[in-house]
């Protein structure tokens, strides 16, 4: 059974900063991993994926302001967020793919307003 642990969210002004971190419980090198965020009463949102080579990819609304990686050997991968929005307001989940199946973390609230 994979866990996830998502850490690192909060509220912050339109303009600044966060750091979002997602820590699996188990070895991440072989998998697929990203984030997703959803809003109550709004469907669920792609983010941003990276591939086990490191590759990304990213939704049009957070492209060039959002940057995913990974810690292979911490086995994390984070979410880095600039010149936030309030639009980008919402619940952030991490997931991992592996072996066909999804996994979910339980989410971390971003709040940015002012």
């Known amino acids: 059974q994979v866990q996830l642990m998502e850490s690192g969210g909060g509220s912050v002004q339109p303009g600044g900063s966060l750091r979002l971190s997602c820590t699996a419980s188990?070895?991440?090198?072989?998998?697929?991993m990203g984030w997703y965020r959803q809003v109550p009463g709004k469907r669920r949102e792609f983010v941003a994926l990276?591939?086990?080579?490191?590759?990304?990819t990213y939704a049009d609304s957070v492209r060039g302001r959002f940057t995913i990686s990974r810690d292979n050997t911490e086995r994390t991968i984070s979410l880095q967020m600039n010149n936030l929005e309030p639009e980008d307001t919402a619940v952030y989940s991490c997931?991992?793919?592996?072996?066909?199946?999804?996994?979910w973390g339980q989410g971390t609230q971003v709040t940015v307003s002012s």
């Open positions: 188990g070895s991440i090198i072989y998998y697929l």
């Open positions: 997931y991992q793919r592996k072996d066909g199946l999804f996994y």
């Open positions: 990276i591939n086990d080579d490191g590759s990304t």
